[in-house]
């Protein structure tokens, strides 16, 4: 290392690596990860997002959880915005999750056709 | 693939006594195992304070963290978290917060976390201390290069008078003052030495540090090099420190094959290099005079000062010798600013302090909090208080050379001066908590007992004095003692202050000198009653049965190991014979109708 923008650029590519374990990201993204979860693909899913995440350097933090409780649109993620709204997706699979990334986090805007309100089950 | 969760597993010294170690292959074959090993990174790393609870594990980015963990858990942790996404209720570490009264898991609402503030130890249990890139990360050796780049050394000097850090390693002296005089020294050879020959009983804040983060204490002698004109730093360590010595070792490679210590530092004119020098953990050694007859490889006894080390050190040559804790804190100081770091603590003492909690308290640990705060807030809110509701009776600080703190004493603010002021000090950071179970004077024994095995031998009223200090008290605690061996002790212990070269033998008679204004009751009845009333002075002790008690059940007889009590079963009740008494209290714990009784 020969220069302070060397150690500038070591450390700006090791933040990256760490910056999991700071926490407090703007956005959260939890991913159901029960049998039912995993079953129905949740796992591409959660590789999909903590991978495009950190490409594109997203404010999110990607968190596994267990199950969510229904079942039938698994795999599902939620999105837990700023001021703590919640947003629900369903039925999720690696090319909607690179889509939700880009749209609700990238521009703010939640990707309404995901949505389990758009899904159709009554609740 | 990408990682997605860390497990960070505690290495230090405390943890990986209780087999952290193991967990940590385990950890790695599980997540094998469930072919999680592309995603999930598994760390060791420093300590993270509650090593009552140890081994500790935080598992990122849920900000879980786990306590008591053993090996046979670790199957559990993959399987259910890592997995699964369920978190291990029943491993997770939680408080019962105050006004709910509900359990809470979250990190900052944890009373051993909550009144804490941590710069010495912001990277401890948060990055993996052999890994180079990891410190970098959390903006390291940026200090330095700010330094390189864009301050002089009188600058770096300024900055750090101006942010009134003080010595961590007992006397509290200004360290930018220090380096000053170093500074002001013509050019020429200069060294600078880190003191980590940490000595006091129950003591391990620089342990810590060194094991969990020891670049910081790298780059901050760099700094200080490149403040007095220095190109060489020794680190005395101790090697009964074995993972400190081997996590600095790494640090030092890693450092020099990134150029970060070696010729010309990120491009500039500095050249700096650290070589380890380790000691045989003699406490003397903690002396700066006797440190540098030490690593000159000459036997640890202290000269006389001055000349102070600033003038001429180590090989004759101007050096500066900083405590690890003090150094911890310089790369923060620059980053941040002087006026930052002095906007935190009282007015004469700024920034933060490590104590290591020890003693009958319920978190053992390692705390850093903010000069000023109250004992009692260190002892009850973050300590926990003495375990099993016994009463506090006192606080030792500062280890062999400082004394005695009460009740009365509890609210007061902690910082340099107000430790001194009320006849202790601050010392390194050791803080033990005695209760009523501790017999005071056999605790000042215990002070003396290990000054006597550490005194170097040079001035007769270190060597001889501390051990008639030492058989007075032995008196004192085997029924022995008078009025006048109270008088005497006193009088040898002023003697031994004030005739002694070094502050080792200045401040070893502290603790009986301490306890004996504050405790003199108890003396006392160690003198003239001949009781001990904490039960602890054997000597003094007398068991007995209390015959309307006793159901003439024969356990306490069965329990004797010398045959002592006798009686008939159902019969006759139980009598001790003090003549046959060892006073090892079995008949105590084994009689269910507290007939037994200890005076």
């Known amino acids: 290392m020969k220069s302070l923008s060397d150690l500038q650029r070591i450390r700006d590519e090791a933040k990256k690596r760490v910056s999991m374990r700071e926490g407090n990201q703007e956005y959260r993204i939890v991913v159901g990860m029960a049998t039912c979860g995993i079953a129905a693909g949740a796992r591409p899913v959660l590789t999909t997002l903590v991978e495009e995440a950190a490409k594109n350097n997203y404010p999110v933090t990607v968190t596994q959880t267990g199950c969510i409780g229904m079942c039938t649109l698994e795999p599902i993620v939620e999105v837990f915005g700023p001021q703590g709204d919640k947003t629900t997706y369903v039925l999720v699979d690696s090319r909607k999750a690179v889509e939700i990334l880009e749209e609700h986090i990238g521009k703010g805007k939640v990707k309404t056709e995901y949505t389990v309100g758009a899904s159709g089950v009554a609740l | ?599």
Not at chain 2, 174 to 192: E, M, R
Not at chain 2, 295 to 303: A, K, L, S, V
Not at chain 2, 391 to 418: M, W
Not at chain 2, 477 to 501: P, V, Y
Request: net charge neutral.
């Open chain 2, 1 to 599: 693939m990408m990682e997605r969760v860390h497990v960070l597993v505690c290495a230090g010294t405390g943890c990986t006594s209780s087999q952290s170690d193991v967990i940590v292959e385990k950890f790695r074959s599980y997540v094998r195992q469930f072919d999680l090993h592309e995603e999930v990174k598994v760390i060791k790393t420093g300590c993270f304070g509650l090593c009552q609870k140890g081994p500790i594990i935080a598992i990122h980015p849920d900000k879980t963290f786990y306590c008591h963990v053993t090996p046979a858990d670790v199957e559990e942790i993959v399987v259910e978290h890592l997995y699964k996404g369920r978190p291990v209720k029943r491993l997770e570490l939680s408080d019962i917060d105050e006004e709910t009264k509900e359990k809470v898991f979250d990190i900052d609402k944890i009373r051993f976390y909550a009144k804490q503030m941590r710069i010495a130890l912001k990277n401890c249990g948060v990055i993996n201390p052999e890994d180079i890139d990891e410190y970098i990360a959390q903006d390291g050796y940026m200090a330095l290069g700010k330094a390189l780049e864009s301050m002089t050394s009188q600058q770096v000097i300024d900055e750090i008078k101006k942010s009134g850090l003080r010595g961590r390693g007992g006397g509290g002296f200004p360290t930018g003052l220090k380096w000053q005089f170093a500074a002001n020294q013509p050019k020429g050879q200069k060294y600078v030495i880190c003191n980590a020959d940490e000595g006091d009983p129950g003591a391990f804040m620089d342990r810590s540090i060194l094991e969990g983060d020891p670049h910081s204490v790298l780059e901050a002698m760099a700094i200080a090099g490149y403040a007095i004109g220095a190109n060489h730093g020794y680190v005395y360590i101790r090697a009964e420190y074995p993972i400190a010595v081997q996590r600095l070792e790494t640090a030092i490679e890693q450092a020099k094959s990134y150029g970060l210590l070696g010729k010309k530092i990120l491009g500039s004119k500095f050249d700096f290099d650290i070589e380890i020098r380790l000691g045989a953990g003699a406490f003397v050694c903690g002396e700066e005079t006797a440190l540098i007859a030490s690593i000159e490889g000459r036997r640890g006894m202290p000269m006389p000062k001055p000349p102070f080390p600033a003038i001429s050190g180590v090989w004759g040559k101007p050096t500066i010798i900083n405590n690890v804790e003090t150094f911890a804190n310089v790369p923060v100081i620059l980053l941040k600013g002087a006026d930052w770091f002095s906007s935190i603590g009282t007015e004469k003492s700024k920034g933060t302090k490590v104590f290591a909690l020890g003693g009958k308290i319920v978190n053992t640990g390692l705390v850093e909090i903010p000069m000023g705060t109250t004992l009692r807030e260190v002892i009850y809110e973050i300590g926990g208080g003495c375990p099993g509701n016994k009463n506090f009776k006192a606080v030792q600080t500062g280890g062999p050379s400082g004394g005695c703190l009460t009740e009365n004493d509890l609210d007061t603010p902690i910082d340099f001066d107000n430790l001194v002021a009320l006849g202790s000090m601050m010392g390194s950071g050791g803080m033990i908590v005695l209760d009523e179970d501790n017999c005071i004077v056999d605790v000042a024994r215990f002070y003396m007992d290990f000054i006597v095995d550490e005194s170097c031998g040079k001035c007769t009223p270190c060597r001889v004095g501390t051990k008639r200090l030492l058989e007075m008290l032995n008196d004192v605690c085997e029924g022995r003692g008078t009025l006048q061996t109270l008088h005497d002790m006193e009088d040898l212990a002023n003697k031994i202050k004030d005739t002694s070269l070094c502050g080792l033998g200045q401040t070893a008679p502290n603790p009986v000198l301490s306890t004996l204004r504050l405790f003199r009751d108890e003396y006392l009845a160690h003198v003239v009653k001949k009781k001990c009333p904490s039960g602890v002075c054997k000597s003094l002790l007398t068991y007995s049965i209390i015959t309307e008690k006793c159901r003439k059940c024969s356990l306490c007889a069965k329990q004797c190991p010398t045959g002592a009590i006798s009686g008939v079963p159902g019969k006759e009740p139980y009598v001790i014979d003090a003549s046959k008494c060892i006073k090892c209290g079995a008949c105590m714990t084994a009689c269910r109708f507290d007939a037994v009784v200890r005076v």
